[in-house]
């Protein structure tokens, strides 16, 4: 079971804006920054967010993140049949010391 | 441009040792951590831990803690993950990825590691 909680699965049309959770606690996400990532099948992940909200150089601005308390979200707007793979978020945990990732949310564009 | 390339496949059986790799370039090798990840078949992503090239300073997940050992060289710009005795529940693929503010930001390409009598 995943520190982080995320759902398993997630999906919309094209064109439709998805919105994907992922929550945790005071000794991660509350205290530390969050960051996402896209994975497809056979693949390394990429960076999508860092830091809770940036985009690295490349990334569309339909991704974006949003932090709030103990909870982070990545919206994905203008959905597109491309953006269908797994997306994780990950944060430091202070009482582990270490990076903590949730369990991965496979989005699905109808 | 950064790239982090990984050593190939590996198939092994129980008990045996195995040393993988990550060669770095595009950037100043010892000036960024470098995280470890696995990922077992059909599974997420798991957070095994980090070392900084710099100094060696190392930080292990308490769930890989004694189970794994990184190392670098700086002469080659090379990352190491290895086991001194491999299990069937080693299978998976590992993945290095340098670590640049608060997320990793390059990934190396993978490398399966397979472990079966």
């Known amino acids: 079971q995943s520190v982080l909680t995320q759902p398993p699965s997630a999906s919309g049309t094209p064109g439709q804006r998805v919105t994907i959770s992922c929550s945790g606690g005071?000794?991660?996400?509350?205290?530390?920054?969050v960051s996402w990532y896209q994975q497809f099948p056979g693949t390394a992940p990429k960076l999508l967010i860092y830091t809770n909200n940036q985009r690295p150089s490349g990334v569309p601005d339909r991704f974006s993140g949003s932090k709030s308390g103990t909870s982070a979200s990545l919206a994905i707007s203008g959905l597109r049949s491309e953006d269908e793979a797994d997306y994780y978020c990950a944060a430091w945990d202070v009482s582990l010391n270490g990076c903590v990732f949730g369990g991965g949310t496979k989005l699905t564009v109808l | 441009e950064v790239q982090l390339v990984q050593s190939g496949a590996e198939v092994k059986k129980p008990g045996e040792s195995l040393k993988i790799s990550c060669k770095v370039s595009g950037y100043s090798f010892t000036n960024y951590w470098i995280g470890w990840v696995r990922q077992m078949p059909g599974k997420g992503l798991e957070w095994m831990g980090t070392i900084y090239p710099g100094d060696s300073d190392i930080r292990y997940s308490p769930s890989f803690q004694g189970q794994v050992t990184f190392s670098a060289d700086k002469s080659i710009t090379t990352a190491y993950l290895q086991w001194s005795s491999l299990k069937a529940s080693d299978t998976a693929m590992y993945y290095c990825?340098?670590?640049?503010?608060?997320?990793?930001?390059?990934w190396g390409q993978g490398t399966l590691v397979t472990v079966s009598s």
């Open positions: 990825a340098r670590q640049y503010s608060s997320g990793l930001d390059s």
């Open positions: 005071s000794s991660n996400i509350g205290s530390n920054s």
